[in-house]
């Protein structure tokens, strides 16, 4: 924020200048803002510009709080009006120097017309004072001149008419008047308010605590973000006796036109939930949105926290029962590489030889030898997922009757986890990344102190621990001109060993379990496994063969 971007001079004086964030410049009404700084020397000018960016800053994060109008906004903003307005007219009353108001007659016969003139002719100048503070009010979305703006101003200047009405009928004695504009009517119910500690995220940090389920820490935090999407269209203080199927309907409706990766595409940063689906609706080109799968993942964190509101009589029942999306699990976005892609691939400067650390699709002398490396070696001749691969610690990586293995478990670190029960199992090493090196690897973290195999695998802003290599190997596989669009990806590895083993003569109910297909085995996770077991399994693996 206190770059020197953020300074710029003419002449000889300086200004401060903020790029307006894509998303708020229709708000603003600007693509940048400038301002004098009121000075010629630039230490001054960068002292002065700070608060003067802390004042826009501040604008923009008011700015993304706002939400959209509804229509209970509309009746309320109507009575509201007429309410306050009557009010003021009642309290004007008890001040004796305007007791005698026989004089303000004939004015409010002249408001009057003025009002229905100005509403006969779509004009809203007379009435905007009032939208406009009442959508300050409020922290409503709502541009001046927009269709809901009018919309507002004509309804406020219905109650005005009535409230004019109303003022001159008293000035007859009459107190029993009552609007007889339809619209100005009392909403039949005010929005309910959440009583402290019913708020749903503060339950949610109960649920959390208690972890009935005992799932991992990443899962919650994953949760915790799926859920905030729900809050922040409904807002914080959303009652959680109003959790219903509407609510869960509306929400995942929503869901549906929610761009893939939206949290990590810079156009929207910075964005709330609708914000960024009405953004990407804008685009030229919109980005592709989620999946049925996705979506349900969504309303599975959501309903999983349900069955305890449920259970603590928060709720009368789970709204989410029976509203998921029909899923075809046999279809996948992801598929394998073919065996001249995936020559291509392993012939490419990250497996061979690049310039340097950033650069990898250039050729050059510099040997990539860490995740980067080794992750998609592992997913060929393992079928692991990336993430199970990632948080290896080197005591996870060994041998057992002599031969070495890959203990896939949640233990040793508060920061790992596996998808599901199944994925608790022991892979042995083919033999294929033993004649790599890939043990050499893990025994050189060890003898260096290390805890992980893999030390230099960072976590993402979500917790994930292999994403962020994700997203730039599949930038790295465009840069290929392997990849354009969807298809391929680092799963393709993943899928790759699932073609490799049936390709050997296996069914998947044969080979399922060394993915983390199978059902929990208590054997994968505690104790040693038998002999006879681990080495029907080392049987298993090294069938796995690719054309490289």
Known sequence: MANGSNLKRRGSTYYARQ???????HLMGTR???????TKDRRTANTRKLSVLAEW????DELRRRRDIAEED????????????LRADELERTIPELTSRTWMAGSREHHTRALRAHLGRGETVLIEWAADAFIERHQLLVEPG???????????????????TRAGERDIGNYAGAPVDPIVTRPAATLEVAKPGERLMELFERYAKENPKAISQATLM???????TFVELVGSDFPVGDLNKKAVREWKALLQEYPVKAAETSIFKGMSFREIIEANGRLVTPKPVISAKTVNRYMAAFGAFCNWLAAHDYIAANPFTDMYLKVDKTKTNVRPFTDDELQVLLASPLFTGCKNEVKWHV???HLIRDHRYWLPHVMMYSGARPGEIAQLLVDDVRQMHGVWVMHFTDEGDDEK????????????VHSKLVEMGFIEHVERQRAAGERRVFPEAERNERGHIAAKFEKKFGLYLIKLGLKEGRGLSLYSFRHGFSDAMRRAGLMDEEFGFLMGHSKFSMTARYGQMPQGTLQKRVELIEMAKHTT
Request: some cysteine; hydrophobic content about 35%.
């Open 146 to 164: 927009s269709s809901q703006y009018r919309e507002l101003c004509f309804r406020l200047m219905r109650a005005q008419i009535e409230v004019v």
């Open 19 to 25: 790029v307006v964030p894509t998303e708020l410049q």
């Open 74 to 85: 509309f009746a309320r903003a109507t009575w509201d009006h007429y309410a306050t307005e």
């Open 57 to 60: 800053h501040h604008k923009f």
């Open 32 to 38: 940048e803002l400038v301002r004098s700084l009121n």
């Open 417 to 428: 986890s596996l998808k599901t029960k199944g994925s608790f199992r022991v892979v042995p």
């Open 363 to 365: 050729p050059g002398e």
């Open 222 to 228: 994953q949760a915790r973000r799926d859920i905030g």
